[in-house]
């Protein structure tokens, strides 16, 4: 990636990403670092978040450390106030998320709320609350990280499938609002990425692990795609970018995936059913979930 703007325009700037911990949020958290953006850095694991600073410093970046968990309203009106405090956010990467792969059917409730809260609602609580701002500035870029799952509604990830769908059309609608602003929303669409995403849907109440782990990419190829966004705004940036065909397998063999399809999730193991009180809100929970 050859960014058509210089880097040191972007110096100094204010960054916030969420999901920082591991995975993408902190790839892109040191990517971001060796161009000499300031940082804020949102996850639920304290030690982690602090190694990632480490790393960020290192790098050559400033990041500050907040702890919290995105699926609670109360945690993002705290990272707002938090983030206000140290300036005005320019750049915002919404990369908090979790799947889970299994049959919908055995799915916890309490789990597919969870899913909503962090994938679809801590996205658009901060995605809104700091656009006014950047608006009135007349510069700032939102980048919401998504999934070709959202193109591609397979067995074993209805909730995900549909969280990704969403945030794909929310993304694109501010995209289109904000046209002639300075102002930008994009979309960054990776396929399978190298994280603990794969053991944490398997370790989830009735979760399997996801098959497509074996095409995974390396989450720095993602952070490098994703500066490029921010120095070269564009609604959609596929990773790989031969994942652009995906938009048009539903359309075209949508009706095949549909026969076939089902016969992958019906080679694992089957699953006993799980009742609701089996998914312990005491658990240690993820911070970074997205492939």
Known sequence: MNPSKPAESFKGRLALITGASSGIGEAAAVRLAREGLRLILVARRREKLQSVAARV?????????????????????????????MGAVEVLINNAGFGWYGYGSRMPVTLAREMLALNVGAAVDLSLSVLPQMVARGRGHIINVSSIAGNLPNQGIAMYAGTKSFLDSFTTALHRELRGTRVHASLIKPGPVRTAFFDYSEGETSGRRIPAERFAIGAEEVAERIWGLVCRPRRVVYVPRVLMLSQWVEPAVGWLIDRLG?????????????????????RTRRTQRRP
Do not use: F, K, M, W
């Not at 970046?61 to 983030?83: F, K, M, W, Y």
């Open 262 to 282: 089902p016969l992958l999730l019906r080679r694992q193991p089957a699953y006993e059913r799980v009742e609701e009180r089996e998914l312990s809100p005491q």
């Open 57 to 85: 410093e290192a790098a050559g970046g400033q990041a500050h450390v907040i702890v919290a968990d995105l699926t609670n309203e109360t945690d993002r009106a705290r990272v707002l106030a938090s983030a206000q405090q």
